[in-house]
């Protein structure tokens, strides 16, 4: 009778503890609503897969649903953020164009953003240069006097080009700019011998034919510790970070590549949006990632050891909340993000004082420009991209 009543009592114990779990998983829950809507990337991008993953795990462990709506562009994966019918979006680099107001964003419609990360993917590809095998480059300064792909309305590609190019403390002045009307085109320009390099990210299936043909593919090294090569680029794009690829065309964990890299998917939202939900939202992504890390391509990269705190888009408070709590988050993290939440208002402040003067629609781009990088330096701060 001992027995049984210590293992009756041993039972007790063990519901009243489920009931508290039970209990505390609720409570956390509670902050996430019953459904949210998210944009990403096209449905065969990695980007769409992750999101769905993670919006699968969402409603299975929290009862979330996630509605992921495909983007064609960067314009239509933002606009909804931007007017308020999505809650998140799973972006690419445009996200710090939106935050910056430049590129596509710089105009009158647009402007500025108040962006917050949630977290980011940081996967084992890289982003640079792909160079034919048979050109003779074998370092960036090699690129000097080459023919390098320049694909028409994609300021993604264009800028990482010419940030490679910076490595070195080359321009577009000091190569041959061939342009092409797409990014397939610009690898196919390679392929046919009108071009010697094209920006990719390595793990790009168009490359497996660079890499096949006569010409073949190569990848020119960046030393992580050459200062002043990063310095250049970053000057030209502050978000790209030394990076080991261990996939992609002729790349491998045996045959690596020390070149560049930024993360994707980058999950953003508003600066409003509420910092409960957030703060848990972040939780789940963080200690749930055993549940989502194998069902997408890349979604590994979103592991709490592969963010980056200090990199060039302010954190959601919701996310700080949650860093400090496991103890993730630094004092620098801390008057880092505090310098880029600044740079936002300073940057919203001289859009709205510009857009003021009522400049025409063929002056706005310019004029903006213009204006963006005077309050930039009258506040001490790096222009970055122009």
């Known amino acids: 009778m001992h027995i049984s009543r210590t293992g009756n009592f041993g039972k007790a114990i063990a519901v009243a503890a489920g009931l508290v779990a039970g209990i505390a998983t609720s409570a956390g829950a509670a902050d996430l609503p019953k459904s949210l809507i998210w944009t990403a990337y096209g449905t065969t991008s990695s980007g769409y897969a992750q999101s769905v993953a993670m919006g699968n795990m969402l409603k299975n462990e929290y009862g979330t649903?996630?509605?992921?709506?495909?983007?064609?562009?960067?314009?239509?994966?933002?606009?909804?953020?931007?007017?308020?019918?999505?809650?998140?979006?799973?972006?690419?680099?445009?996200?710090?164009?939106?935050q910056e107001g430049v590129m596509q964003f710089a105009t009158p419609d647009w402007g500025p953003q108040p962006l917050r990360v949630i977290m980011t993917s940081k996967g084992s590809f890289g982003l640079g240069l792909a160079v034919a095998g048979d050109a003779g480059i074998k370092t960036p300064a090699d690129l000097k006097g080459k023919r390098i792909?320049?694909?028409?309305?994609s300021d993604a590609l264009n800028i990482g080009a010419e940030a490679m190019m910076a490595f070195a403390g080359l321009t577009w002045d000091d190569v041959t700019k061939v342009e092409f009307p797409g990014f397939k085109d610009s690898i196919d320009g390679v392929i046919n011998g009108q071009a010697d390099a094209a920006f990719s990210s390595t793990v790009s299936p168009h490359l497996k034919r660079l890499a096949a043909s006569p010409r073949g593919i190569t990848w020119t090294p960046m030393a992580a510790d050459d200062a002043k090569g990063w310095s250049q680029l970053n000057g030209v794009a502050p978000y790209f970070s030394p990076t080991k690829a261990v996939v992609g065309a002729e790349i491998s964990k045996d045959k690596p590549w020390n070149g560049a890299g930024y993360p994707y998917p980058i999950l953003v939202t508003n600066a409003p949006r509420s910092a409960d939900e957030v703060y848990t939202l972040t939780k789940a992504l963080v200690e749930k990632h055993d549940a989502y890390k194998d069902n997408a391509p890349g979604a590994k990269g979103w592991h709490i050891d592969s963010q980056s705190f200090e990199w060039i888009l302010p954190y959601h408070e919701g996310a700080v909340k949650y860093f400090?709590?496991?103890?993730?988050?630094?004092?620098?993290?801390?008057?880092?993000?505090?310098?880029?939440?600044?740079?936002q208002d300073v940057l919203m402040k001289a859009y709205a004082a510009y857009k003021a003067t009522n400049p025409s629609d063929d002056e706005f781009k310019a004029g903006w420009s213009a204006a963006r990088i005077k309050a930039l330096e009258a506040a001490g701060l790096p222009v970055g991209v122009k």
């Not at 400090?324 to 740079?343: F, P, T, V, Y």
């Open 149 to 153: 792909a320049w694909v028409r309305g």
């Open 65 to 98: 649903s996630i509605r992921v709506l495909p983007g064609k562009n960067d314009i239509s994966r933002m606009t909804p953020l931007k007017v308020g019918k999505a809650d998140y979006c799973a972006c690419g680099i445009a996200s710090y164009f939106g």
């Open 324 to 343: 400090k709590e496991i103890g993730k988050w630094s004092d620098a993290a801390q008057a880092h993000n505090d310098g880029l939440i600044k740079r």
